[in-house]
């Protein structure tokens, strides 16, 4: 059975894309067949963090139009047998795109793909409702700063209201110094703020940084412990 996973945040800069791209590429390199959707309509950067910005001819709006099929604007990742992307507009789109054409298109998708990962735009809007329809569970990826976990909390607050209560944390740019001088929330500071499964927390490090300015995912690099720590959240997430 496919699972269709939204990635969220409160705000941007937390690393949601990062961390989209680092889990499609590691469920493919598990043997999973992993589609990456980028939803991010005129600020889209999974192409860039898998440097594969020069092989997008389609987006996903010109699938929703019917200017072109499915297969058309599935690009696959170069390096991997079974992991794709598709691409979003590189600007605002005024064709529509309704939860509906999520649903259909996920589940044409879903007959071909294991994984799903739909990597949305940062905040409350039409097109996160459009986003939020097709899922089956959710990660918010926050990170710990006062703004962006109360951003955090409201998407959550919203993810529920919209029926999706399956949802788990991850806390990125972790620095464990200020954690324990309590000059940022801790984790359990964070844990009391929002309801979902806290799956892990990931360390503010400048090896993700450099992997992701140079389009190869982090987890690429097999023996590390940023592979093990995202080879650990990952399996958190898809194992309800």
Known sequence: MSQVILVSSGKGGTGKTMFSVNMGAMLASKGAKVMLIDLDMGLRNMDLYLGMENRVVYNIMDV??????????MIKVDGFDNLYFMAASPRRDDRDITPL???????KLSKIFDFII??????VSDLFDVAIAPADKAVIVTEPEVASLRDADV???YLMDKGLDDI???????????????????LADISDMLQGTLVG????????HISTNKGIPIVC???TYIEKNFKEIVYRIIVD
């Open 64 to 73: 929703m139009s019917g200017i072109c099929r499915i297969k058309k604007a």
């Open 101 to 107: 054409h999520m649903e259909i298109l996920c589940d």
């Open 118 to 123: 739909i990597d949305c735009p940062a905040g």
């Open 155 to 157: 998407t959550e607050r």
């Open 168 to 186: 788990r944390i991850v806390i990125n740019k972790v620095r464990v110094d200020l954690m324990r001088s309590h000059m940022v929330p801790s």
């Open 201 to 208: 927390i990931i360390q503010d490090d400048d090896n993700i």
């Open 221 to 223: 690099k097999k023996g």
